[in-house]
């Protein structure tokens, strides 16, 4: 959203120990969401080092704040990004970073996969990634795509072995983090390769999931978590929402993808805040039927169990 937020916005974050409900709100005063009940979602995936957020970072993480986003995780999509999501990791309490290659940035730079590692180690980074495959696009090339994939997954599964981490070092230097994919119209292909990869199923999420029934059963069977975004609110996507119906509660999680896809009734606004990720929360809730406070509480365990953040 453009307009200014209340002076009350800038200030400094103590994430999670503010009223919530009542004290509910946005700029414009608009109601953000209307349950008015306590909230602990953490908007598992953003970009808070695009040029959207690049002037108005306190505020965009005040308002998330106050809609009751109790933490963001902002993913890199290159290797200089990754050093950048870091810093702006380390600068708020509850703000945490991720380090990879996206598939539409693989011809863009030279990878630099040591920085990507030294990313990785840092307490604050969560999460290798975002990484994986984008059939949508015809460029980069497949064959860039793949290159840097196997390249990323490579590094991945080398980190996760003490025996990979150099003469030298020992254990303390092995790197055990999950992996944010991106997979768009690739489901067929890139599965049976992360499944090749050695690294657990269970260690990857499958983040804005955008297909059906048919692509979330090959996840699903995979032993990936799936994450939805504001995508799953829009009136055209029933094959998504049909995908949802699938998904075991202790394997979903929910994000923005901010500062693209907010969700409805926010669709028109630009960027998409990392505040709506409750909306889409509530929305997953409404929709499985269950109860906001279990919803809420699930998710906070599945968050906490698949990034080491709650
Ligand atoms: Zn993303």
Not at 34 to 58: K, M, N, Q, W
Not at 262 to 280: K, L, N, Y
């Amino acid at each position: 959203m453009q307009a200014a937020p209340g002076a009350g916005v800038v200030r400094m974050f103590r994430w999670g120990c503010l009223a919530y409900g009542a004290a509910l709100e946005v700029s414009r005063g608009a109601q953000l969401v209307g349950t008015g009940l306590r909230s602990r979602v953490i908007d598992t995936h953003c970009h808070l080092t695009f040029p959207e957020f690049a002037d108005r970072l306190e505020a965009t993480i005040g308002l998330a704040e106050q809609a009751g986003v109790d933490g963001l995780i902002t993913i890199a999509t290159t290797h200089p990004d990754a050093a950048r999501a870091l810093a702006v990791a380390r600068r708020f309490a509850r703000v945490w970073s991720s380090a990879g290659v996206h598939p539409l940035y693989a011809d863009e730079l030279e990878h630099d996969f040591a920085t990507l590692r030294a990313c990785a180690r840092e307490d604050k980074c969560v999460a290798w990634g975002e990484l994986g495959l984008d059939n949508h696009h015809a460029e980069p090339s497949k064959a860039v795509q793949l290159k840097v994939l196997h390249a990323q997954l490579e590094l991945i599964a080398d980190a996760r072995s003490a025996a990979g981490a150099g003469a030298g070092s020992g254990a303390a230097d092995r790197i055990d983090k999950p992996v944010i994919i991106h997979c768009r119209e690739a489901f067929e292909e890139l599965v049976p390769i992360l499944r090749a990869s050695g690294i657990p199923g269970e260690r990857f999420v499958f983040h804005c999931f955008t297909a059906g029934p048919a692509q979330m059963r090959l996840v699903l069977e995979l032993g990936a978590m799936l994450s939805f975004t504001g995508v799953v609110t829009y009136k055209n996507a029933g094959e998504v929402r049909a995908a949802l119906e699938l998904v075991p509660l202790d394997r979903l999680m929910v994000e923005t993808d901010a500062p693209f896809l907010p969700p409805e009734p926010r669709r028109s606004e630009r960027p998409c805040q990392p505040a709506f990720a409750r909306i889409t929360a509530e929305f997953i809730a409404k929709h499985r039927g269950v109860a906001w406070e279990a919803f809420d509480a699930q998710l906070s365990a599945n968050t906490r169990r698949f990034f080491g953040v709650a």
